[in-house]
């Protein structure tokens, strides 16, 4: 209840902090509106130009192969001289100073840059935000949810007399009313007119047709129900509604007489008996029906959103939310409106008018059987709406009448608020007045009462007095009357005794209720009739009941005796069961009336507790004894006793009341704190009993509403009290000028959100307690901050950190104020608290932990509060409390975060929030007390927490909540002034230094010993984190948690990063600091940050994808690692210090680390969002530091860790490379979403994050599909720090955004780099070591312009890169090779760029390149050659390659050429066009590669052929063998990527034999033989052509040993791949010597290892099944439209196991879809094709399957499956055929011709197709024909007989086909063909002969076979085996004859001229 108005306790600037205005994707999505669009190559797909500049280039597209004619003749068309070339670049070719140039560049970089990078960077984690608070919602009107009920029209068959109705809701579940109710009247005029007589002017409250219900706990089991009431007349309920179910109104005119005579008797009994009702009917509406049938058709269409209550609903809403689960979740909120009309009515049955009557008849309804069903309805229609309330209706009426704002004119019809009945208790506390009391008369027993007592019905009055006159008006009207009476009448049952009643009545209770007041119930017969003599009603008994009882208002059910005469005089003080002497009673004295009473009342607690206490209250407050409490009478002496007793028994009360009372109880509690009562005389001290019953009210006032706590865990009601409610009692606060003026509001309910809806608040005054005098804007520094850096020596008692006033400092005012108003309070209410909880026992101080921000927020406001109405703002802070209670804050911090500690493992949640607790106190301390004093409580708290860190088992939780603690203070809105960033601590002299006067002073790193005050400022040193204290301590925090050996890693690194992120966020979005010097003052406080994220390079997640570790560029420039200090292993000393326990003092640095420094630990890794967040954490301060602060740091590193700072920017440039629209689709979510859930983080607390194992098992599976390219560098497959997200689909519009705001991140990002890079490099000018430093510049430089990168940021990386270029040449051209080659691949691929702009730079870089080459050496052969190559590997790999831009780049540097003044002379222009056209003439093979792309084979002939171009310069070729490896590798074809390195391998090593002669080396290709026989290709070609040691040639890094070393451990690997062991042990062969030259027994020990593993395989796979090698067809090309490939023959490798079917299919659908359906044709057989018979418009291939073929000297060597299989030249196919043309026939006819192929080159090649160079065909006759087929059989029976095990189904079935007679072409067959005669022809004696011989081995093995199967068979297979032998027998009879004619003579050897044709010598190789 409000009372007095609230006091809001406002801090200036606190919305500032981070706690206030938290950092959201939506407030981020806010703040990224109207960011520019960055321009992505990968995004500006080949279809969609970028920029109008580009919008010619469409014609000149020659991407698609339509275009170009398919001869090689295509370079025609794009002859170079008629391109267009791309604008210049205006100022390219002036010669400006270095410096002039840098400067320039550096004002073009700071243009239109984005103000806050991390705006641009996901939002900070949720989760993390300990920080986060919101100010508690004000205390509002408890509502349930709302449903808006209109009557619209009611209508019956028959209109003779008005009818009234009343609505209230019931649950029929809980057997509950829920509702008042509402009563409406929907009469005509005419029909009202009826009751003329009886009538006053109705009010217009009571006119009402719509109401406004509120559900609380919604369940399916609520019912609206209608019940309607005529006026009294004579007959009982079915009479009289008779008419109503008989007469229809279509029946008017036949019913006129019946209707008029009704019409008649109704208008007498009106004007008779209209004060009187009697019920008529009463129906009721399943709400539950109406809300999911109203929002079914709707609620799909609903967005999620809208349906779903906004926060604060929810969390207005109270406990109940917990009830609405299970199987009542039904919600009132979000149905559709819906308009009823109700056409059934039940009449009322008199006997069951009763409450338990009607939830029989709901409960009934709901069943499908409903008995009511049966019955006869009475017809009407009553037409209603509902739906949901809306928020702020107008012409709303409380349920006490009064307006609800809006209410826009008073005398419109209004709508009522009903009050709700909650079926359960709810807890709200009231924050209207309201006192309504309800009385329900319920029954009526006259059954004994004589006399004529049968219509009966019960007046009720509320009397002040016992005069009749005293009645009060509080009774609230019906419908259409007056709006207060004072008496109401229940309704009349006819002719019965004992009536029951459903009557509700609704009174007012005046504010003050004495001992008089009471109620009179009076009893009367009314007399139906008009009988003359007769009184229209007469009373027959009176019964009454007082209100106050003990000064409580007497409620619940009572059951009355009935006085039949009228009560004596003084009756009201008694109560009617006392029995009055001389009074009779309705049967004997006993009850016989019973009526319960309810009040809904914020005066009267109704709990005996809570009144007792307001009671003692009151009286101590009025001071008037004795004084009567219940039965006892109390003086002076007990009531202290009482008072304390009472105090004690406030736990007692019940929840709902105290919850209902809570602000009033506090409010009382808090005043017997503040000012002690005093009795007689004395004051008492009830300090110590009202602080335990306030804990103990607090902590029932939260168990009652535990369901409905914030995420702190605060109870929302409690949270409001402190902040709106509670004020030191008595003081009214002044306010002085400056201030807002107070608002008056006028007296009515304003539930709006906006302000606190109140009835009686006049005046909410929100006290700002920040000083209007002191208008500085907040940013500027005012006068006084310039005078303290004015003095430098200033006197610390003058700095901030005591001063009263830091600048727009929370509490800086300085105001004079009137003294207090009232009497001086005796106790302070802060200093009580404080000291009461210092000194509670155990069992309090347990209650009040639990909910410790209580009264820490208590005592926070209480300071304030007492700062101002005391004017003590403008005393210094140290005078502003006294030294008593700082102690006592002192011990209860130290006791409070000793509790943190202790509790910590035994209930980590109550740890959690009590460690919260105290960080916000003191938080909020700092802007009251002396900040000094509240940095030494937090160091106090710190050591408490580091002396526990080292006994504690799992020290990870308690960093954690210290994390959490530091996190909630450094979240403070003057966290930047508490770290006093403006102090002497920097180094230059001058307040805001100019960049110039630095550098002059600035000591470069050569010259003088680095300056240790810059250094101080870079490190956590101990000057650091006193000056800087808070950012000190959450530095140290970060730091502890990037420790190597932090336990509990992972989840301390999300954490401590987390909160710097946070904090970096809050200073971007904060007003104060948005100028650009003020920024760099506030990046001045995390320069450590830097040397934290530098250390920590190797275990952040390592974004770069691709060979190398993280320590890339280090490593170059560590020449002493061992040496230097802060290298991974000891722990930095500052770090040391955090860990000891709080700033030591600066002298104490020692390393706490024991032992020597060991080699860098490796530690937990960080994961890749924290590695990313750390990394933009970095970003913010590289970008927002002071330049030359930044240069005097960079010029004072060491070379190594200024090596690891190049490596954490090359690691930036990694973690935000743009990813593409493309991927964002593909991952469709940008948010890392909650990456592990809670379980899973834990458990990788506990468990030490991932292993480095699983890391790589996952890198390795996400290979990139470009196989092993490491010169490739620019490479990329999706970074994956994306953990695969939850899938959230988002919009289209999402994602372009996402892309958007990604897109310049990366932007962003890199241009930090470049900026710092820059920076680094004007550092190190001068210095002697800048020649490494410089490399590794240069390295990230090229790193940042081969990532994806936006136009925008090329231009800028190009010009520093041609600044570099310009000042260091010797860099590029004078050391390392690779840079210079790394730069040109980079620079040829942005000239290929489809955005004009970056062309248009790269270009320009690439010519100056060339000139600058020239110019130290009058040729650039070394960028020639390098441009050369880069090209070659670009259309290698590259597969969106646009050449047709390049083309343009081409021509742009052919016209610099042309315009450079300079060279005109020489011969450079005509060197660079030579250049241009080669380069052009490499292109043009390229379009035909392109057009080749689906047709490997086509395309690696294509690479082959150009590869075979390049025989001349080793490095290109060596360039496309590579490149062919990797196409091969990405085919699958492992042995011909093997074979490519191999070759490779044999280019490298004949280079380097021409160049040294070294005995380890192979001698050139001869060496490789044994691997392959193709690679005597490689051999160098004479050494008059080329000598090797000219500039740029064999310059690349493979022209080296170790280059030689790496391809073969290339080749040896994809032969392992490709399970050719046999081969990998010759390629170690030439390896071996190599390493064992080196002695590098490392390796030689793995290649031992290799070599093990290959031979054990090799023994496991002997028979050569398990490798299958491939399969081999020869296809034929015949036709024009093969181009080249006409007539020509190859042999074709395949997978192993390829069907003839699948490379038919393969071929005929590939070329289909090349030349178009019916154009392919698919020659089936083999024979020899006949040109001149085919289709001239047609494609014919022809295909076969061919075997390996080997002499049989051969053979000798072949031995193993892998030798059959391994440099196979000569391929053999059969084709059978008969002299008619058809290709089988009879044995006689039957011939075969054998046809043998020869290729070029022996299979596995360096592709997998192979021209045919010799084919030679033999035919054999039938008999040789006959004599292979003897030969194979008998070979067969070999086999399976002496097969190990035997096998006895395949023997028998071999048998089978032998001996068996029914054999078509069998043996016998054959013999009886061949060898019945002996030929004519002398020549074929010898055929006949051999056949012969055949014959008989072949009897031979069939018998043996015959006893193997005998051996083998079981006794059931005896039969068949006889079986087998009597087939054999009959053979060998059969043959007997034909084997044993012997020829006329044996011939001697034929002549030389006869070709054997079985052992033919010419079998020879003949090659073409």
């Known amino acids: 209840m409000y009372t007095e108005d609230w006091v809001i306790v406002c801090r200036r600037y606190q919305h500032l902090s981070a706690a206030y205005s938290p950092i959201t994707t939506e407030t981020q999505r806010e703040r990224q509106k109207g960011l520019a669009r960055q321009v992505f190559e990968q995004d500006t797909s080949g279809d969609e130009r970028s920029g109008p500049e580009d919008s010619d280039d469409s014609r000149r597209c020659s991407g698609s192969p339509e275009d170009t004619p398919r001869s090689s003749g295509a370079s025609g068309i794009f002859d170079l001289r008629n391109l267009a070339a791309d604008s210049l670049l205006p100022s390219l070719l002036e010669r400006a100073a270095p410096e002039d140039v840098d400067r320039r560049n550096e004002a073009q970089r700071r243009q239109n840059r984005p103000r806050a990078l991390l705006t641009l960077y996901p939002a900070p984690d949720e989760d993390e935000a300990v920080e986060r608070c919101s100010h508690p919602e004000p205390p509002r009107e408890h509502f349930g949810q709302r449903i808006l009920v209109k009557?619209?029209?009611?209508?019956?068959?028959?209109?003779?007399?008005?009818?009234?109705?009343?609505l209230a809701l019931y649950d029929a579940r809980e057997k509950k009313k829920i509702s008042e109710n509402f009563y409406f009247d929907l009469n005509s005029d005419s029909m009202k007119g009826l009751l003329r007589a009886h009538g006053t002017h109705p009010a217009i409250s009571t006119l009402a047709r719509s109401a406004i219900f509120s559900v609380t706990y919604p369940s399916p089991d609520i019912f609206l129900v209608i019940k309607l009431e005529k006026v009294l007349q004579q007959g009982d309920i079915s009479e009289c509604c008779e008419p109503y179910m008989v007469m229809k109104e279509v029946d008017t005119a036949k019913n006129k007489e019946k209707l008029e005579k009704l019409r008649l008797a109704a208008e007498q009994f009106c004007t008779r008996l209209g004060r009187y009702r009697m019920p008529f009917a009463w129906t009721a509406v399943h709400l539950a029906n109406i809300v999911s049938s109203a929002g079914q058709p709707d609620r799909d269409s609903d967005s999620e959103g809208e349906r779903r209550p906004a926060w604060t609903d929810r969390r207005r809403r109270g406990p109940q939310d917990r009830a609405s689960s299970g199987d009542d979740a039904c919600s009132f909120s979000g149905f559709r409106p819906a308009t009823l009309t109700v056409t059934n009515f039940f009449k009322q049955e008199a006997e069951r008018l009763s409450d338990e009557d009607l939830f029989k008849f709901l409960a009934d309804m709901r069943r499908p059987s409903s008995l009511l069903r049966r019955l006869r309805p009475v017809t009407a229609q009553l037409k209603i709406d509902i739906s949901p309330a809306p928020e702020n209706p107008h012409f709303c009426l409380s349920p006490e009448l009064l307006h609800v704002k809006p209410y826009p004119d008073p005398r419109g019809r209004p709508t009522k608020e009903i009050l709700e009945f909650p079926a359960r208790e709810v807890y709200a506390p009231h924050t209207c007045y309201r006192n309504l009391l309800y009385v329900y008369p319920h029954s009526l027993n006259f059954s004994s009462r004589q006399g004529s007592v049968r219509n009966l019905t019960v007046r009720v009055q509320?009397?002040?007095?016992?005069?009749?006159?005293?009645?009060?008006?509080?009774?609230?009207?019906?419908?259409?009357?007056?709006?207060?009476?004072?008496?109401?009448?229940?309704?009349?049952?006819?002719?019965?005794?004992?009536?029951?009643?459903?009557?509700?009545?609704?009174?007012?209770?005046?504010?003050?209720?004495?001992?008089?007041?009471?109620?009179?119930?009076?009893?009367y017969h009314v007399s139906c009739q008009p009988r003359p003599g007769t009184a229209l009603e007469t009373p027959v008994g009176f019964t009454w009941i007082p209100l106050?009882?003990?000064?409580?208002?007497?409620?619940?059910?009572?059951?009355?005796?009935?006085?039949?005469?009228?009560?004596?005089?003084?009756?009201?003080?008694?109560?009617?069961?006392?029995?009055?002497?001389?009074?009779?009673?309705?049967?004997?004295?006993?009850?016989?009336?019973?009526?319960?009473?309810?009040?809904?009342?914020?005066?009267?607690?109704?709990?005996?507790?809570?009144?007792?206490?307001?009671?003692?209250?009151?009286?101590?407050?009025?001071?008037?004894?004795?004084?009567?409490?219940?039965?006892?009478?109390?003086?002076?002496?007990?009531?202290?006793?009482?008072?304390?007793?009472?105090?004690?028994?406030?736990?007692?009360?019940?929840?709902?009341?105290?919850?209902?009372?809570?602000?009033?109880?506090?409010?009382?509690?808090?005043?017997?704190?503040?000012?002690?009562?005093?009795?007689?005389?004395?004051?008492?001290?009830?300090?110590?009993?009202?602080?335990?019953?306030?804990?103990?009210?607090?902590?029932?006032?939260?168990?009652?509403?535990?369901?409905?706590?914030?995420?702190?865990?605060?109870?929302?009601?409690?949270?409001?009290?402190?902040?709106?409610?509670?004020?030191?009692?008595?003081?009214?606060?002044?306010?002085?000028?400056?201030?807002?003026?107070?608002?008056?509001?006028?007296?009515?309910?304003?539930?709006?959100?906006?302000?606190?809806?109140?009835?009686?608040?006049?005046?909410?005054?929100?006290?700002?307690?920040?000083?209007?005098?002191?208008?500085?804007?907040?940013?500027?520094?005012?006068?006084?901050?310039?005078?303290?850096?004015?003095?430098?020596?200033?006197?610390?008692?003058?700095?901030?950190?005591?001063?009263?006033?830091?600048?727009?400092?929370?509490?800086?005012?300085?105001?004079?104020?009137?003294?207090?108003?009232?009497?001086?309070?005796?106790?302070?209410?802060?200093?009580?608290?404080?000291?009461?909880?210092?000194?509670?026992?155990?069992?309090?101080?347990?209650?009040?932990?639990?909910?410790?921000?209580?009264?820490?927020?208590?005592?926070?406001?209480?300071?304030?509060?007492?700062?101002?109405?005391g004017q003590r703002l403008d005393t210094p802070r140290k005078l502003r409390f006294p030294g008593r209670f700082l102690d006592d804050i002192t011990a209860l911090v130290g006791s409070v975060g000793m509790e943190v500690i202790t509790r910590v493992h035994k209930d980590a949640e109550l740890a959690e929030r009590l460690n919260a607790s105290l960080a916000f106190f003191l938080s909020d301390l700092l802007s009251l007390a002396d900040r000094g004093f509240v940095f030494n409580l937090v160091r106090a708290h710190y050591k408490q927490v580091t002396t526990r860190l080292h006994s504690t088992p799992n020290p990870t939780v308690l960093l954690t909540l210290r994390m959490d603690f530091t996190r909630i203070l450094c979240s403070h809105e003057h966290y930047v002034t508490l770290n006093l960033p403006c102090c002497p601590l920097s180094p230059p002299a001058s307040p805001s230094p100019s960049v110039s006067s630095t550098t002059s002073q600035s000591s470069t790193f050569s010259s003088q010993a680095p300056d240790p005050k810059v250094t101080s400022m870079f490190e956590l040193s101990g000057p650091f984190r006193q000056q800087h204290f808070l950012a000190g301590l959450l530095l140290t925090e970060l730091a502890l948690a990037l420790e190597?050996?932090?336990?509990?890693?992972?989840?301390?690194?999300?954490?401590?990063?987390?909160?710097?992120?946070?904090?970096?966020?809050?200073?971007?979005?904060?007003?104060?600091?948005?100028?650009?010097?003020?920024?760099?003052?506030?990046?001045?406080?995390?320069?450590?940050?830097?040397?934290?994220?530098r250390d920590t390079l190797p275990r952040l997640h390592d974004f770069v994808e691709g060979p190398g570790q993280r320590?890339?560029?280090?490593?170059?420039?560590?020449?002493?690692?061992?040496?230097?200090?802060?290298?991974?292993?000891?722990?930095?000393?500052?770090?040391?210090?955090?860990?000891?326990?709080?700033?030591?003092?600066?002298?104490?640095?020692?390393?706490?680390?024991?032992?020597?420094?060991?080699?860098?630990?490796?530690?937990?890794?960080?994961?890749?969002?924290?590695?990313?967040?750390?990394?933009?954490?970095?970003?913010?301060?590289?970008?927002?530091?002071?330049?030359?602060?930044?240069?005097?740091?960079a010029a004072d590193l060491a070379l190594p860790q200024l090596g690891r700072l190049l490596d954490l920017l090359y690691l930036c440039l990694a973690a935000f490379e743009y990813k593409g629209k493309k991927a964002f689709e593909r991952i469709n979510s940008l948010t890392f979403k909650k990456s592990l859930d809670m379980k899973a983080r834990l458990e990788e607390a506990i468990l030490g994050t991932i292993g480095a194992r699983q890391e790589m098992v996952r890198r390795s599976r996400e290979r990139s599909p470009f196989g092993n390219q490491e010169n490739v560098r620019w490479r990329k497959s999706i970074t994956h720090w994306k953990q695969t997200s939850d899938r959230v689909d988002k919009t289209k519009d999402e994602m372009e955004h996402e892309a958007l705001v990604d897109g310049n991140l990366a932007t962003e990002a890199s241009l930090v780099v470049l900026d710092t890079l820059e920076i680094i490099v004007q550092t190190v000018m001068l210095s002697e070591a800048r020649e490494s430093v410089l490399g590794a510049v240069l390295k990230v430089v090229l790193y940042s312009l081969g990532s994806a990168q936006s136009a925008l940021f090329l231009q800028h990386g190009l010009a520093t890169q041609r600044a570099l270029v310009s000042k260091f040449p010797e860099l590029l051209f004078e050391e390392d090779t690779e840079l210079c080659a790394d730069l040109c691949l980079r620079l040829l691929r942005h000239c290929g760029s489809r955005v004009s702009a970056v062309r248009t730079h790269a270009s320009a870089s690439l010519y100056l390149l060339m000139r600058q080459n020239f110019e130290i050496g009058h040729n650039f052969a070394r960028v020639k050659m390098q441009v050369t190559m880069s090209l070659s590997s670009l259309v290698g790999t590259t597969q969106n390659f646009s050449e047709e831009h390049l083309r343009r780049s081409l021509k742009t540097i052919l016209t610099y050429a042309e315009e450079d003044v300079g060279l005109r002379d020489s011969t450079f222009a005509e060197q660079v066009q030579d250049l241009m056209f080669n380069l052009h003439m490499i292109l043009t093979d390229t379009v035909k590669m392109k057009e080749h792309q689906e047709d490997p084979e086509m395309?690696?002939?294509?690479?082959?052929?150009?590869?075979?171009?390049?025989?001349?310069?080793?490095?290109?070729?060596?360039?496309?063998?590579?490149?062919?490896?990797?196409?091969?590798?990405?085919?699958?074809?492992?042995?011909?990527?093997?074979?490519?390195?191999?070759?490779?391998?044999?280019?490298?090593?004949?280079?380097?034999?021409?160049?040294?002669?070294?005995?380890?080396?192979?001698?050139?290709?001869?060496?490789?033989?044994?691997?392959?026989?193709?690679?005597?290709?490689?051999?160098?070609?004479?050494?008059?052509?080329?000598?090797?040691?000219?500039?740029?040639?064999?310059?690349?890094?493979?022209?080296?040993?170790?280059?030689?070393?790496?391809?073969?451990?290339?080749?040896?690997?994809?032969?392992?791949?490709?399970?050719?062991?046999?081969?990998?042990?010759?390629?170690?062969?030439?390896?071996?010597?190599?390493?064992?030259?080196?002695?590098?027994?490392?390796?030689?020990?793995?290649?031992?290892?290799?070599?093990?593993?290959?031979?054990?395989?090799?023994?496991?796979?002997?028979?050569?099944?398990?490798?299958?090698?491939?399969?081999?067809?020869?296809?034929?090309?015949?036709?024009?439209?093969?181009?080249?490939?006409?007539?020509?023959?190859?042999?074709?490798?395949?997978?192993?196991?390829?069907?003839?079917?699948?490379?038919?299919?393969?071929?005929?659908?590939?070329?289909?879809?090349?030349?178009?359906?019916?154009?392919?044709?698919?020659?089936?057989?083999?024979?020899?094709?006949?040109?001149?018979?085919?289709?001239?418009?047609?494609?014919?291939?022809?295909?076969?399957?061919?075997?390996?073929?080997?002499?049989?000297?051969?053979?000798?060597d072949r031995v193993t499956y892998f030798d059959r299989n391994y440099g196979l030249r000569a391929?053999?196919?059969?084709?059978?055929?008969?002299?008619?043309?058809?290709?089988?026939?009879?044995?006689?006819?039957?011939?075969?011709?054998?046809?043998?192929?020869?290729?070029?080159?022996?299979?596995?090649?360096?592709?997998?197709?192979?021209?045919?160079?010799?084919?030679?065909?033999?035919?054999?006759?039938?008999?040789?024909?006959?004599?292979?087929?003897?030969?194979?059989?008998?070979?067969?029976?070999?086999?399976?007989?002496?097969?190990?095990?035997?096998?006895?189904?395949?023997?028998?079935?071999?048998?089978?086909?032998?001996?068996?007679?029914?054999?078509?072409?069998?043996?016998?067959?054959?013999?009886?063909?061949?060898?019945?005669?002996?030929?004519?022809?002398?020549?074929?004696?010898?055929?006949?002969?051999?056949?012969?011989?055949?014959?008989?081995?072949?009897?031979?093995?069939?018998?043996?076979?015959?006893?193997?199967?005998?051996?083998?068979?079981?006794?059931?297979?005896?039969?068949?085996?006889?079986?087998?032998?009597?087939?054999?027998?009959?053979?060998?009879?059969?043959?007997?004859?034909?084997?044993?004619?012997?020829?006329p003579q044996l011939l001697a050897p034929p002549p030389a001229s006869l070709r054997n044709s079985l052992n033919r010598a010419s079998f020879r190789r003949t090659d073409l």
């Open 1499 to 1756: 395309l690696i002939d294509l690479m082959y052929r150009i590869a075979r171009g390049y025989q001349g310069s080793p490095d290109l070729r060596l360039t496309w063998l590579q490149n062919m490896a990797g196409k091969h590798a990405e085919l699958g074809n492992h042995a011909e990527a093997a074979q490519c390195m191999v070759h490779a391998a044999a280019l490298v090593a004949e280079y380097l034999a021409l160049l040294e002669d070294s005995r380890h080396l192979p001698v050139g290709c001869v060496s490789f033989q044994n691997i392959s026989s193709n690679v005597l290709e490689e051999s160098a070609v004479s050494d008059d052509v080329l000598s090797p040691d000219e500039e740029g040639f064999c310059s690349g890094k493979h022209f080296t040993e170790l280059g030689l070393v790496g391809l073969l451990e290339q080749a040896a690997a994809y032969f392992t791949m490709g399970g050719l062991y046999e081969a990998v042990n010759e390629v170690y062969k030439n390896l071996i010597p190599i390493l064992e030259a080196h002695r590098d027994y490392k390796k030689l020990a793995a290649v031992h290892g290799k070599l093990q593993e290959a031979f054990t395989k090799i023994m496991h796979q002997s028979s050569g099944w398990e490798r299958v090698f491939g399969t081999y067809f020869r296809v034929g090309f015949y036709g024009a439209r093969f181009g080249d490939l006409d007539e020509q023959e190859f042999v074709y490798k395949e997978p192993s196991i390829t069907k003839l079917a699948e490379i038919s299919h393969r071929l005929e659908e590939f070329y289909t879809e090349r030349f178009g359906d019916d154009v392919v044709e698919i020659i089936k057989d083999s024979n020899p094709v006949d040109k001149s018979k085919l289709d001239p418009q047609k494609a014919y291939i022809q295909i076969t399957y061919v075997e390996p073929h080997f002499d049989t000297y051969e053979l000798k």
């Open 462 to 523: 509320y009397m002040a007095g016992e005069d009749p006159s005293q009645a009060l008006p509080v009774i609230f009207g019906k419908s259409s009357c007056s709006e207060f009476t004072r008496e109401a009448f229940t309704p009349v049952v006819y002719h019965n005794k004992s009536p029951e009643f459903y009557e509700e009545f609704k009174l007012c209770l005046p504010a003050c209720v004495t001992e008089n007041h009471h109620l009179l119930f009076t009893f």
């Open 1044 to 1093: 190597p050996e932090a336990e509990g890693a992972s989840l301390l690194h999300k954490k401590a990063i987390s909160a710097v992120h946070s904090l970096l966020c809050s200073h971007d979005t904060d007003p104060r600091y948005a100028e650009a010097p003020v920024k760099a003052r506030v990046a001045e406080l995390y320069l450590p940050l830097l040397s934290l994220a």
């Open 1771 to 1943: 391929f053999l196919f059969c084709t059978p055929f008969t002299p008619d043309g058809r290709a089988h026939g009879e044995l006689p006819e039957q011939h075969k011709r054998k046809t043998l192929l020869s290729t070029e080159h022996a299979f596995p090649y360096i592709k997998t197709r192979i021209r045919v160079c010799h084919r030679e065909e033999t035919v054999l006759t039938p008999v040789e024909v006959a004599i292979e087929d003897m030969q194979k059989k008998t070979r067969e029976l070999a086999f399976a007989t002496e097969q190990d095990p035997p096998d006895a189904k395949m023997l028998q079935m071999v048998l089978q086909g032998s001996v068996g007679p029914t054999v078509n072409q069998g043996p016998l067959e054959v013999a009886q063909v061949f060898l019945a005669e002996i030929p004519e022809d002398p020549k074929l004696f010898r055929h006949h002969n051999k056949l012969r011989l055949c014959f008989k081995d072949f009897c031979k093995k069939c018998e043996d076979a015959l006893r193997k199967n005998k051996a083998l068979i079981g006794p059931d297979q005896k039969e068949y085996h006889r079986e087998l032998e009597r087939h054999y027998c009959r053979l060998r009879e059969a043959l007997q004859p034909l084997l044993t004619q012997r020829l």
């Open 151 to 166: 009557c619209l029209s009611l209508k019956f068959e028959i209109e003779i007399e008005p009818i009234f109705g009343i």
């Open 548 to 869: 106050l009882q003990h000064g409580r208002l007497r409620t619940g059910p009572f059951c009355l005796p009935v006085s039949v005469d009228q009560p004596p005089p003084s009756y009201s003080v008694l109560t009617p069961d006392v029995a009055l002497p001389g009074m009779r009673w309705v049967d004997g004295h006993k009850g016989v009336f019973s009526v319960e009473l309810m009040a809904a009342s914020s005066v009267h607690p109704q709990d005996p507790h809570l009144d007792r206490f307001f009671t003692l209250v009151h009286v101590l407050e009025e001071g008037v004894f004795p004084f009567r409490l219940k039965d006892a009478v109390l003086s002076e002496g007990t009531v202290e006793q009482e008072l304390r007793a009472s105090l004690s028994a406030l736990r007692l009360a019940s929840p709902e009341p105290l919850v209902a009372f809570s602000h009033h109880v506090l409010d009382k509690l808090v005043r017997l704190v503040v000012r002690p009562p005093v009795i007689s005389g004395q004051m008492v001290n009830l300090g110590r009993g009202a602080f335990e019953a306030m804990a103990h009210v607090v902590s029932l006032v939260h168990r009652s509403l535990e369901a409905v706590q914030d995420a702190r865990g605060h109870c929302p009601l409690l949270a409001a009290y402190v902040y709106y409610a509670f004020r030191l009692p008595g003081a009214e606060p002044s306010l002085p000028g400056g201030a807002p003026p107070v608002t008056v509001q006028a007296a009515t309910l304003a539930r709006g959100s906006g302000r606190p809806a109140s009835l009686y608040l006049a005046r909410s005054k929100s006290v700002s307690s920040s000083n209007p005098d002191l208008a500085v804007a907040p940013g500027s520094v005012d006068d006084e901050v310039s005078r303290i850096l004015a003095n430098k020596g200033v006197d610390r008692s003058h700095s901030w950190v005591n001063s009263a006033y830091a600048p727009g400092g929370t509490k800086a005012v300085l105001r004079r104020a009137p003294p207090y108003c009232g009497a001086d309070p005796r106790q302070l209410l802060h200093e009580e608290l404080a000291l009461q909880w210092v000194v509670s026992s155990s069992a309090v101080r347990e209650a009040v932990l639990q909910h410790a921000w209580f009264f820490f927020q208590l005592m926070v406001k209480s300071m304030a509060l007492h700062l101002l109405l």
């Open 1111 to 1193: 320590s890339r560029l280090a490593s170059l420039l560590d020449s002493d690692t061992e040496g230097e200090g802060d290298i991974g292993g000891t722990i930095n000393p500052s770090v040391a210090m955090a860990i000891a326990g709080g700033p030591l003092a600066p002298g104490s640095r020692t390393s706490i680390s024991q032992g020597p420094p060991t080699a860098s630990r490796s530690g937990c890794p960080l994961s890749a969002e924290s590695s990313r967040t750390l990394l933009a954490c970095a970003l913010w301060v590289l970008k927002n530091a002071e330049p030359a602060l930044l240069q005097r740091w």
